[in-house]
């Protein structure tokens, strides 16, 4: 096996771990974390760029979803139109990561954070827009009371996402700044 497909496995596994952790564990556990998806998908948009990453992604939180959706009895969430929006924030959140920032240009704050809080804001508004208007659970949505329903909701999502993006780029940082020493240290013993 190839030693980029190694790591590129290897960042998948750890990533979709990730993703088990804290999207089931706000649905599943007393101790929950916050749902660090769209985080996990800014880093996979940025190093795994190959579309078939991207299926296996969605293909999982797809499932994840409708398994914790099936243990837990809960018949009034359903996968129908509305649920289409929410995965559409994924894969927006995927192809803007791998169109902006990857190739190195993760790592310029300039650049990062407001495509990442772009993303953020964006996929916010999609997801629970399209809940907001196309789940069926409100009567006779309307534009205003939509708006009134995306003020009450940002915060609970906006802060969680916005905590993991710096986390994202710190740790990016660190990792870059690692392998910046080893590379040295590696030349220096030669």
Request: charged content about 10%; hydrophobic content about 50%; overall charge positive.
């Amino acid at each position: 096996m190839q030693p980029l497909l190694k790591k590129n496995i290897l960042l998948a596994l750890i990533l979709l771990f990730l993703t088990l952790l804290t999207r089931a564990s706000h649905e599943l556990t007393s101790l929950s974390l916050p749902d660090a998806s769209l985080a996990i998908f800014i880093a996979a948009g940025i190093f795994l760029k190959q579309r078939k990453w991207l299926i296996v992604f969605v293909a999982s939180i797809v499932s994840l979803d409708w398994y914790i959706i099936n243990i837990n009895n809960m018949t009034h969430i359903n996968f129908e139109t509305s649920y289409l929006g929410h995965v559409f924030t994924y894969i927006m959140t995927w192809e803007l990561s791998r169109k902006f920032l990857s190739d190195g240009k993760f790592l310029k704050a300039k650049l990062f954070f407001p495509c990442a809080l772009i993303t953020i804001i964006l996929s916010y508004i999609v997801s629970f827009s399209s809940h907001y208007f196309l789940s069926g659970w409100i009567g006779n949505p309307n534009f205003y009371d939509g708006l009134n329903f995306l003020g009450s909701n940002f915060n609970s999502f906006f802060i969680p996402n916005a905590v993991y993006v710096c986390v994202l780029y710190v740790i990016f940082k660190i990792t870059h700044e690692v392998s910046k020493l080893a590379m040295f240290k590696k030349a220096s013993n030669l």
